[in-house]
């Protein structure tokens, strides 16, 4: 985590303090996923060991510093993602970082909320999104230059943002190798028997299955009436 200077912090912006919390706006919490509820226990834990008050005065930096030594939150072109380690990825949802805020500071007011986030995006470490040719599946991760599952994962070593929800499949090409067959030839077809056009037609089919804007592409048909 970068180290920064507490008097560059927003405590000093923050107005909820410990006795009168109860008074302040607050934020439901019922959407708060299974994988990231904490417990009363560590609530109270992290509330001491952080020192999330001086006095009666809220520190969102403590706060934030919380956040990310219990939880993988980093940042990827300028926007926070925080780990699912159910589905081995990174998500770019602030709800969810939201909603660990308010368990460990409940009834919290949204200006502090605010505050605690701008202290996170200013301490997360920066990360780069691992090599492309990596497919995150329900049952595995493939190197599709190899065709070998990734054996070496770890959330420190390979950051990834999408998931493909099925089961990799090794035996399905030899198993099912008329299917593949008909595949290639519908395509052959469909590119005039010119490989060159045949390749356009899958890399255009693969880009239409990434549900992220992440290759900056657009597709722009032209033809003849």
């Known amino acids: 985590m970068n180290q920064l200077n507490e008097k560059e912090m927003s405590s000093d912006q923050t107005t909820t303090s410990q006795s009168d919390i109860l008074e302040t706006e607050t934020i439901s919490v019922s959407s708060i996923t299974k994988d990231y509820i904490i417990n009363s226990d560590d609530v109270q834990d992290f509330s001491l060991d952080y020192e999330f008050f001086d006095g009666r005065k809220l520190q969102p930096y403590n706060v934030a510093k919380c956040i990310l030594d219990n939880f993988r939150v980093i940042s990827i072109d300028n926007m926070l993602y925080i780990y699912n380690e159910h589905n081995r990825i990174y998500l770019n949802d602030t709800k969810i970082i939201e909603s660990i805020i308010i ?71 030899s198993a099912n190798g008329s299917d593949v067959v008909f595949v290639k030839s519908f395509f052959s077809t469909l590119g005039a028997n010119n490989p060159d056009l045949s390749n356009l037609h899958l890399e255009v089919l693969g880009y239409s299955s990434v549900r992220s804007y992440k290759f900056q592409l657009r597709l722009y048909p032209k033809g003849w009436c």
């Open 103 to 173: 368990q460990l500071v409940p009834k919290i007011k949204l200006s502090d909320i605010k505050a605690i986030l701008y202290d996170l995006s200013r301490c997360a470490p920066v990360r780069e999104l691992s090599d492309e040719k990596y497919l995150v599946f329900n049952n595995c991760i493939l190197d599709t230059s190899t065709l070998q599952e990734v054996t070496d994962f770890t959330p420190e070593k390979y950051v990834f943002t999408n998931k493909v929800f099925a089961n990799y499949v090794p035996d399905v090409v």
